[in-house]
């Protein structure tokens, strides 16, 4: 079935507005973006991504790409950015490859890589979700116990994986600046698996933490790494020791101790508490 219902994303900080589907209306992050805008989801996620994009030279990962907002918003924020998108389940990586096809000045700068990220390399199950309404997933996983949780029923499916340390030698003299990770309960393997590269590169990443998924690797990531966490909330930035699930502010942004001015800088300018843990 030919896809449909393509509407303008705009926002205050990107060079440009780009163009996205809600998929015949099965997209629920398209849906909810067409109704309430790009910064009303997840925030202040998206705001923080576009004003770091914005000031930071060299590559963006989005890990766990879905259908591909974050990495088109990383796109549109700098006109020299290359986006580089992973996403593992065929399905949604042909809706991901299809949004970016709408936005062909954009393109050329977006990468799209079909494997999954994890502690290791190999071939691995991961368990695509599905609902009774037909809805897009975005909560597949390579963690059973969290695909359980969400309560639908899913599909077993065989992923390849590799890992950020082994993918990161094919990247040559380029420097990755900022990070996305969103996958389902896997994070602390994507942490795992890309120690190396991390003490190498360093970025600014955004995390999601579920209130069951495995914190501990990423806790010992921050303090070995010289890392500091914060738990994005809508109006403030809630310093942590360690990572902690909060209702209101699942995501994280983990950023390496010398780049918490630039941190401070962008919470004034987005009128962003900070609040001590």
């Known amino acids: 079935m030919p896809l449909s219902d393509n509407f303008q994303i705009g926002h205050p900080g990107l060079t440009t507005a780009f163009s996205f589907s809600s998929?015949?209306?099965?997209?629920t992050v398209g849906i909810t973006v067409r109704t309430h805008g790009l910064a009303a989801y997840e925030p202040p996620v998206s705001d923080i991504l576009i004003e770091i994009v914005k000031s930071s030279?060299?590559?963006?990962?989005?890990i766990g790409a879905n259908t591909g907002l974050y990495t088109l918003a990383a796109a549109a924020a700098n006109p020299t950015a290359h986006v580089i998108a992973f996403e593992p389940l065929e399905p949604v990586r042909n809706l991901l490859q299809h949004n970016i096809g709408l936005n062909p000045s954009l393109a050329h700068r977006i990468t799209v890589e079909p494997v999954g990220l994890s502690s290791e390399a190999g071939s691995f199950s991961f368990y695509e979700t599905i609902n009774d309404r037909g809805y897009i997933s975005t909560s597949s996983s390579f963690e059973p116990q969290h695909v359980k949780m969400v309560g639908d029923a899913y599909v077993e499916r065989v992923i390849r994986t590799v890992t950020l340390d082994s993918f990161a030698q094919s990247l040559g003299e380029q420097r990755v600046s900022f990070m996305k990770i969103d996958v389902e309960g896997h994070e602390h393997a994507v942490v795992t698996g890309g120690r190396r590269f991390l003490a190498e590169h360093r970025p600014i990443f955004t995390i999601e933490l579920l209130g069951a998924a495995e914190s501990r690797p990423i806790d010992e990531f921050l303090l070995d790494a010289n890392y500091v966490a914060f738990a994005m909330a809508h109006d403030a930035?809630?310093?942590?020791?360690?990572?902690?699930?909060?209702?209101?502010?699942?995501?994280?942004?983990?950023?390496?101790?010398?780049?918490?001015?630039?941190?401070?800088?962008?919470c004034h300018k987005l009128s962003l508490r900070i609040e001590p843990g």
């Open 23 to 27: 998929s015949n209306e099965l997209d």
């Open 57 to 62: 030279a060299g590559l963006m990962f989005d």
């Open 237 to 266: 930035l809630r310093q942590r020791e360690r990572m902690m699930f909060f209702p209101d502010a699942w995501n994280h942004l983990l950023v390496p101790a010398e780049k918490l001015p630039q941190i401070f800088r962008l």
